[in-house]
């Protein structure tokens, strides 16, 4: 059987995945954020969210 590839290197993250990835940096917090239970986040700037955070989470430079 083939081995699984998980290195970041030989895979691109789905969209789930970017978004944890951004949800768990701290230097975003001002942009989303987990509630408390960390069962649901929030965007705390949606302006914010759309200009830095879509981009980085779609590859997309514009949004219809």
């Known amino acids: 059987q083939p081995e699984a590839k998980t290195s970041d290197s030989t895979f691109e993250k789905n969209f789930p995945q970017k978004l944890l990835d951004i949800l768990e940096t701290p230097e975003h917090s001002d942009i989303l954020k987990w ?21 980085a989470l779609l590859k997309q430079t514009q949004f219809t």
């Open 35 to 55: 509630l408390p239970g960390g069962k649901a986040f929030t965007i705390v700037d949606k302006t914010r969210f759309t200009s830095e955070g879509l981009p």
